[in-house]
C-alpha cells in the first residue's frame, strides 16, 4: 500500500514568515511529486511540481526533494493571509496512472 | 479558458435513485480521472480512463460507474445511490498519465438521504 503522510495541522504562522510543509512518501520509485492549495469548498488547485532531488523555487514558492529520504517539503516565503488553505501532497510513480495523495497540512496565516 | 467542467455543484437524491454526475473537459487531456474527499479521509480515486473507451477502478470503485465514449466527457454514475456515498467529488484530467499534474473540476457535493 502506497502512503503519502503529511501532519493535518493547523499550521499557524504570521504574516511575512515562512511557512513549511512537509510530506513524506513510502513507494521508493515514485518519480513525480506535486503540490497542491485547496481552499475551502474549492478544488485542488497545482502550484508546484518536482521530478529530482534538491530545490526548485517559483514566486514565493520552493519546493525539496529528497528520494534517498524520501522526503518533500513545501516552503512558502512572505506568507500571506491568502495563503491560508489546505496544501495536498501528490506523489505518482513511473508507469502508474494511479497518484496517492496525502490528507493534507492545514495552514493558517495570521495578520 | 482551459477547464474541467463538472455538473451539477450541488445535488440531494433519495437512497437507490439512479443519478449521474457530468465531466467534460475542453484541453483534449487523454487521461481522466474521478475522486471523492471526505473529511480525514483525503482524495481517494474511484475510477480512471486513459483514453475513449479505456476505463480502470481506482481505490473505492465500488457503487460507481463510469464511461468513456468520447475524449471531452467522463460521467460518474451512481445507479443505486447510497448514503455512505455521501461526498464532494472531483473530476479531474491530465494531458498524460499526470505526470504533469492534474486539472480538477470544480466539485460536487452529493448528498443521498
Known amino acids: 500500500q502506497k502512503e503519502v503522510e503529511q501532519n493535518s495541522g493547523p499550521l499557524s504562522v504570521p504574516e511575512g514568515a515562512i511557512a513549511s510543509l512537509n510530506c513524506t512518501y513510502s513507494?521508493?520509485?515514485?518519480?513525480?511529486f506535486f503540490w497542491y492549495r485547496q481552499y475551502s469548498g474549492k478544488s485542488p488547485e497545482l502550484i508546484m511540481s518536482i521530478y529530482s532531488n534538491g530545490d526548485k523555487e517559483d514566486g514565493r514558492f520552493t519546493a525539496q526533494l529528497n528520494k534517498a529520504s524520501q522526503y518533500v517539503s513545501l516552503l512558502i516565503r512572505d506568507s500571506q493571509p491568502s495563503d491560508s488553505a489546505t496544501y495536498l501532497c501528490?506523489?505518482?510513480?513511473?508507469?502508474?496512472?494511479?497518484?496517492?495523495f496525502g490528507r493534507g497540512t492545514s495552514l493558517i496565516v495570521h495578520p | 479558458e482551459a477547464q474541467v467542467t463538472q455538473n451539477p455543484r450541488y445535488l440531494i437524491t433519495v437512497t437507490g435513485k439512479k443519478l449521474t454526475v457530468t465531466c467534460s473537459q475542453n484541453?483534449?487531456?487523454?487521461?481522466m480521472s474521478w475522486y471523492r474527499q471526505d473529511p480525514g479521509l483525503g482524495l481517494r480515486q474511484i475510477y480512471y480512463?486513459?483514453?475513449?473507451?479505456?476505463?480502470d477502478k481506482g481505490d473505492v470503485p465500488e457503487g460507481y460507474k463510469v464511461s468513456r465514449k468520447e475524449k471531452r466527457n467522463f460521467p460518474l454514475i451512481l445507479e443505486s445511490p447510497s448514503p455512505n456515498q455521501t461526498s464532494l467529488y472531483f473530476c479531474?484530467?491530465?494531458?498524460?498519465?499526470?505526470?504533469?499534474?492534474?486539472?480538477f473540476g470544480s466539485g460536487t457535493r452529493l448528498t443521498v438521504v
Open positions: 501528490a506523489v505518482k510513480g513511473g508507469g502508474s496512472y494511479i497518484p496517492t
Open positions: 513507494d521508493r520509485v515514485s518519480q513525480s
Open positions: 479531474a484530467s491530465s494531458i498524460n498519465g499526470g505526470d504533469y499534474g492534474y486539472t
Open positions: 480512463s486513459m483514453n475513449v473507451e479505456v476505463t
Open positions: 484541453m483534449n487531456h487523454e487521461y
